[in-house]
């Protein structure tokens, strides 16, 4: 792997590509131009704390002293480049307020985080890898709503296999093919799909059952799928037509990290490295790639005939300080992939790639309901708080035409008990001992000890049950990311300002999930206790009354949208590509050029766009340097970055 370096030391000015941001979309695409000989400078504005073996066991111990379990916990905070975290919303009886790194004007609060750092959220991602489906490609034309995208399923099928065998996804292909996600039907994905939990059995019991979602007036047939992952299972000796697959390094374990031994910590972390992040594609990088951490980019430079010229970036020495040198550096081929707030956010504050009007807008997420319960006590345990979070779902209510009606959503089958619902098992303890209130909130009158505890908390956190139901969120242009110059972060550059909201054909999709759920826990017998309600007059995060009934969403994380991709310079951000329509040597890469998400977590999806279009930047920096003819055939002479 190429050096983690600090910018004002590198030998270089001017470079065929530099890229902002490493995190998977540029990791990914600074590994292939790397493989191509070209020079790429990647500047990542975090630290690199965990390129080592020495700070990932570092993060391990921050991640176990944290009180709060967060997404963020494991990763020291930096002042310089904050990241903005969950627990800087906080709700209140007007609503809620915000005390982070992120400005919010909405109604509802975007309550997702990302991770400023190398190997950027990346380093706590769930790791769920499941490709699309065809229809989501095309939700404008099929049924009526969003945008659909300037390219197919088919176009994007060979670079969602390139991009599992980057990562190495355990998965079982031909459940995939039943959903109607095609492939070729002897392709089997490089590791056989993760074991499934006890509590995916204990589900698996109520297969064939039917329940009814209420919005769309539908039935659905009940049946557990398994959900591809992006961490380290058993090698699949069927992959490539029996060629089988050889695991990817990574940094610190033999090879490539051990497999997944059920840690339950995976986001934020894996102690074992079984899942996968872009340190791998990281170590992977060729002599040609340099990676410079502590370099955060300021503005992206504008030339002649609306070229970029190269890009300015401030480097800084301590986290905990502000105090930064400006630097600049050029290349013929400009690549953001910082993440899609920080990507809008950085082209605003540079004047670039705006002429539709769309730059900053159709912000989107996967808005999750949240709903728990307790497995009948006759039957046992059944096993939480063991394995990745989630290792199956129930998919049908992804696809079909009740899309019409109501936003699609996945169910996930949790298997880390009431963990984010209510905070358990932390918070089971804090009941039983008569501090803090139950669930509810109610004062709990008699507090218990000794065996009497050990007995309560056996029994109720062993029978835990969480289903996350996430909602597809289609994009909408009033969702949307700003700058004023009033807000600024502590170097001085401007902070995303968000407007936020759903629309009731979302809030109807949250509504039929929250209703198919209860079903499910009358079919498995389980006792539900759900509750959205307000407490003492102060709603939870996400809160909102509709059809006389409270409900609360969290945020899963998946910021999309702001530079969406389309086939019209005047109604888009990029092409296919993720060029920018505005500047032939600007890319916007990753889940921002989404311009629909569908139910699936959208990772592997910014991968594959990303191997797409460093094929294309390959071809671009072919063009540029291809060999010209002078008139007079008196000398050959090679293009120069502006064309001439």
């Given at each position: 792997m190429a050096s983690a370096v600090n910018a004002t030391i590198a030998h270089r000015r001017h470079y065929d590509v530099i890229i902002v941001g490493a995190g998977i979309a540029g990791s990914l695409i600074a590994k292939g131009l790397g493989q191509q000989g070209w020079q790429v400078l990647v500047l990542e504005a975090g630290t690199g704390s965990l390129q080592t073996w020495e700070g990932h066991l570092h993060a391990i111990d921050t991640f176990r002293s944290a009180v709060a379990k967060t997404p963020n916990a494991a990763f020291p905070h930096n002042v310089a480049v904050p990241s903005p975290d969950v627990l800087d919303l906080t709700p209140t009886r007007s609503g809620f307020t915000t005390n982070g790194y992120f400005i919010q004007r909405g109604e509802l609060p975007y309550s997702s985080d990302y991770l400023r750092a190398v190997g950027g959220s990346g380093m706590h991602w769930t790791g769920l890898c499941l490709r699309m489906h065809p229809d989501d490609f095309a939700v404008r034309t099929r049924y009526g709503y969003g945008r659909d995208w300037p390219i197919g399923y088919r176009d994007l099928e060979p670079y969602y296999v390139a991009a599992e065998r980057e990562i190495g996804v355990s998965g079982d292909a031909q459940e995939q093919w039943e959903l109607g996600i095609p492939s070729d039907p002897d392709y089997f994905y490089p590791m056989h799909k993760i074991p499934p939990s006890y509590i995916d059995e204990v589900c698996r019991g109520?297969?064939?059952?039917t329940v009814t979602d209420p919005v769309a007036n539908e039935k659905f047939t009940l049946k557990v799928i398994s959900t591809p992952q992006g961490r380290n299972s058993t090698p699949d000796p069927r992959y490539r037509h029996g060629a089988g697959y050889r695991p990817q390094g990574a940094v610190g374990l033999p090879k490539y990290g051990q497999r997944c031994v059920g840690n339950a910590s995976c986001v934020p972390f894996c102690p074992a490295q079984a899942k996968w992040t872009p340190l791998r594609a990281q170590a992977q990088f060729s002599r040609s790639v340099t990676l410079a951490t502590h370099c955060l980019v300021t503005r992206v430079i504008g030339g002649v005939n609306g070229r970029i010229k190269g890009v300015e970036y401030r480097t800084y020495e301590d986290p905990a300080s502000a105090a930064s040198q400006p630097y600049q550096a050029e290349a013929d081929i400009v690549v953001a992939?910082?993440?899609?707030?920080?990507n809008a956010r950085l082209l605003l504050a540079s004047g670039l790639a705006n002429v539709s009007g769309e730059l900053g807008c159709n912000l989107m997420d996967h808005p999750t309901i949240l709903t728990w319960a307790l497995s009948p006590p006759g039957n046992g345990p059944i096993g939480p708080f063991r394995g990745p979070g989630t290792t199956s779902g129930w998919e049908a209510f992804r696809f079909g035409d009740a899309r019409r009606t109501r936003a699609?959503?996945?169910?996930?089958?949790?298997?880390?008990?009431?963990?984010?619902?209510?905070?358990a098992p932390m918070s089971n303890v804090g009941t039983a001992l008569g501090v803090g209130g139950d669930q509810k909130g109610n004062i709990v009158p008699t507090a218990v000890f000794g065996a009497r505890l050990r007995q309560t908390l056996g029994d109720q956190i062993g029978r835990q049950l969480q289903l996350q139901l996430a909602v597809e969120q289609p994009a909408d242009h009033n969702n949307r990311v700003t700058i004023d110059n009033q807000y600024r972060d502590v170097m001085g550059n401007p902070r995303p300002i968000l407007t936020y909201n759903l629309t009731d054909y979302v809030k109807d999709g949250l509504v039929a999930a929250r209703c198919v759920a209860s079903a499910i826990y009358d079919l498995l017998k389980a006792q539900e206790h759900t509750d959205h309600s307000p407490r003492?007059?102060?709603a939870p995060l996400g809160?909102?009354?509709?059809?006389?009934?409270?409900?609360?969403?969290?945020?899963?994380?998946?910021?999309?949208?702001?530079?969406?991709?389309?086939?019209?310079?005047?109604?888009?951000?990029?092409?296919?590509?993720?060029?920018?329509?505005?500047?032939?040597?600007?890319?916007?890469?990753?889940?921002?050029?989404?311009?629909?998400?569908?139910?699936?977590?959208?990772?592997?999806?910014?991968?594959?766009?990303?191997?797409?279009?460093?094929?294309?930047?390959?071809r671009d920096l072919v063009e540029l340097h291809r060999p010209v003819q002078l008139r007079g055939g008196r000398e050959t002479l090679s293009k120069v970055g502006n064309g001439e």
């Open positions: 109520i297969d064939g059952r992939t910082a993440h899609a707030i920080e699609p959503f996945r169910i996930e089958i949790g298997n880390w008990g009431w963990g984010w619902a209510t905070g003492d007059g102060v809160y909102f009354r509709y059809r006389d009934h409270d409900y609360a969403y969290k945020g899963a994380g998946h910021g999309a949208g702001t530079h969406v991709m389309g086939t019209n310079p005047k109604d888009s951000v990029v092409d296919s590509f993720q060029r920018c329509w505005d500047h032939p040597n600007l890319y916007a890469a990753g889940c921002g050029s989404l311009p629909s998400i569908g139910t699936s977590n959208p990772s592997l999806t910014m991968a594959a766009l990303a191997l797409r279009s460093a094929e294309q930047i390959h």
